[in-house]
């Protein structure tokens, strides 16, 4: 996970945008030379915006609230969220650019469209298959479990 704060105004959205363009490519880049073809793997994305006690899906055809519930199995549910599938660099940073252009922005003093809200990028990975080293390990060994979600962005 990596969390960005500071000052309006001091680079944060800046310094992320590279930490996202770099971190896209090189996960797709591991991917690709562990499942060429990816056959075994899929990937699945999550947007969504925390506003006060609220949350919102950034990457459905609106903007609307959903929940977020805690699991057994320790997996975060977003219920009422699009969770599409990416399968390279660039429909992820496609996808990531749809849900910045959603977010709420209020004008301040130092900046006309600062966020007023902290938004959570959630790219989770399957891989189906027995799993290999460092790849992450299968739970239980089930077939198609999620690896785990990766927080690439909290911005």
Do not use: W
Request: proline share 3%; glycine share 10%.
């Amino acid at each position: 996970a990596m969390f960005m704060y500071g000052q309006t105004g001091s680079g944060k959205t800046h310094t992320m945008s590279s930490i996202e363009e770099m971190g896209s490519e090189q996960l797709f880049a591991e991917l690709r030379q562990r499942d060429p073809e990816f056959a075994r793997t899929q990937v699945s994305v999550a947007f969504f915006e925390i506003a006060g006690k609220k949350c919102f899906d950034l990457l459905g055809h609106k903007r609307r609230e959903i929940q977020l519930k805690d699991s057994d199995d320790g997996y975060v549910h977003l219920q009422g969220a699009e969770e599409p599938g990416v399968y390279s660099a660039e429909e992820l940073r496609d996808l990531v650019a749809l849900g910045k252009s959603r977010r709420a922005t209020q004008a301040t003093d130092i900046n006309a469209s600062s966020s007023r809200s902290h938004a959570v990028l959630r790219i989770t990975i399957h891989h189906q298959g027995e799993p290999e080293e460092g790849f992450g390990r299968a739970i239980e060994g089930e077939e198609g479990t999620p690896l785990g979600g990766v927080v690439l962005s909290a911005i």
